[in-house]
């Protein structure tokens, strides 16, 4: 049920250039899964992060890695 919410949600984003423009803006899977709750969207980010570029025509989702990277021991000095 919340998938289909997600791609009511997306396909809102997509007629709704204000709405777009809020979602590009931020940068968390975290923040877009709040900004859909603001507008009665229920979703959740593991299903947002699964979302297939494919599952609805004319939808692009760029997906990136923000995991902080560190480095430990004598290399990381």
């Not at 009511?8 to 940068?27: A, R, T």
Request: glycine share 8%.
């Amino acid at each position: 049920m919340s998938k289909d919410q997600l791609r009511k949600f997306l396909i809102e984003m997509v007629n709704d250039k204000v709405l777009f423009k809020k979602v590009s803006s931020v940068g968390t899977a975290i923040e877009i899964v709040r900004i859909g709750k603001e507008l009665g969207y229920n979703f959740t980010v593991d299903e947002l992060k699964s979302f297939s570029d494919n599952e609805i025509k004319g939808i692009r989702i760029k997906k990136q890695d923000t995991s902080p990277s560190y480095s430990f021991g004598e290399s990381g000095n």
